[in-house]
């Protein structure tokens, strides 16, 4: 067995005692079953990667993105998105689910690092940097809605108030934004691009409400499985 394959709790534990008793207060659950013999098994590369996006949604408790804890420990995120990537790639014929799965994880992990940027950038008391940093969390939060297929899970209770929920969020702070004065090109820039890209998630996920509730009405429990309830993946 080769020691890069293989998430070990020793690498883990050093990470997380630089990470702070409460991150690992709140991940230790996960950590106790991640050490995964990643090799030709396609059942590990899967759990690989379910582990993966798990953990990475521990980083979000309720509204906020713990963005100091995932900065320290994106680079276990990072390394094990590379051994599954190398993984997924051994499999052959080329595996479609496992394909998505690693590239909703990437998308998700690419979505978290650029969200940690900038909330370590714009750290000013001012309003416009303050609405800007809850638009930068809700557009990770929005992630947590999704299946390790990078579907919208529908099917999860509450899903559909949820969406609701964060669509009132963003149009709130949307309005607010747009009210503003002097507010600096930067600032204006980032919160544009992440606030639309917010907008086009929540488009999505009300696509996969809008089914939901229809299936409610015609018990159409089929629409429980991936792709299948009128939604495009992440």
Same mark, same amino acid.
Not at 128 to 132: N, P, T
Not at 139 to 149: E, F, G, I, K, P
């Given at each position: 067995?080769?020691p890069?394959?293989?998430?070990?709790? #020793?690498?883990?534990?050093?990470?997380?005692?630089?990470?702070?008793?409460a #991150?690992?207060?709140?991940?230790?659950?996960?950590?106790?079953?991640?050490?995964i013999?990643?090799h030709?098994?396609?059942?590990?590369?899967?759990? #690989?990667?379910?582990?993966?996006?798990?953990f990475?949604?521990?980083?979000?408790?309720?509204?906020?993105?713990?963005?100091?804890?995932?900065?320290?420990m994106?680079?276990i995120?990072?390394t094990?998105?590379?051994?599954?990537?190398?993984?997924v790639?051994?499999?052959?014929p080329?595996?479609?689910?496992?394909l998505?799965?690693?590239?909703f994880?990437?998308?998700?992990?690419?979505?978290?690092?650029?969200?940690?940027?900038?909330?370590h950038f714009?750290?000013a008391?001012?309003f416009?940097?303050?609405?800007?940093r809850?638009?930068?969390?809700l557009?990770?939060?929005?992630?947590?809605?999704?299946?390790?297929?990078g579907?919208? =899970?529908?099917?999860?209770?509450?899903?559909?108030?949820?969406?609701?929920?964060?669509r009132k969020?963003?149009?709130h702070?949307?309005?607010?934004?747009?009210? #503003?004065?002097?507010?600096?090109?930067?600032?204006?820039?980032?919160?544009?691009?992440?606030?639309?890209?917010?907008?086009?998630?929540?488009?999505?996920?009300t696509?996969?409400a =809008?089914?939901?509730?229809?299936?409610?009405?015609?018990?159409?429990?089929?629409?429980?499985k991936?792709?299948?309830n009128?939604?495009?993946?992440?």
């Open positions: 067995m080769k890069s394959v293989v998430l070990t709790g #020793l690498i883990i534990m050093n990470s997380l005692a630089h990470a702070g008793k #991150l690992y207060a709140k991940n230790s659950k996960l950590l106790k079953t991640s050490s013999h990643a030709n098994s396609t059942r590990d590369t899967e759990e #690989l990667l379910e582990w993966v996006v798990e990475m949604k521990n980083f979000v408790n309720g509204p906020d993105f713990d963005f100091q804890g995932f900065r320290r994106g680079g995120v990072s094990q998105i590379s051994n599954a990537r190398h993984f790639e051994r499999i052959l080329p595996h479609s689910q496992y998505k799965q690693l590239e994880a990437a998308k998700m992990y690419g979505v978290m690092e650029l969200v940690t940027h900038y909330m714009y750290i008391d001012t416009d940097q303050q609405v800007l809850y638009i930068l969390q557009s990770v939060r929005l992630l947590t809605l999704y299946s390790l297929d579907v919208p =899970k529908s099917s999860m209770p509450g899903y559909v108030e949820m969406v609701k929920h964060y969020i963003l149009f702070w949307i309005t607010v934004f747009d009210s #503003l004065m002097n507010v600096p090109t930067s600032v204006s820039l980032v919160f544009e691009e992440h606030s639309q890209h917010a907008l086009n998630t929540i488009n999505e996920l696509l996969a =809008k089914a939901a509730q229809l299936c409610n009405f015609t018990n159409c429990s089929h629409f429980d991936p792709g299948e009128g939604s495009k993946q992440y």
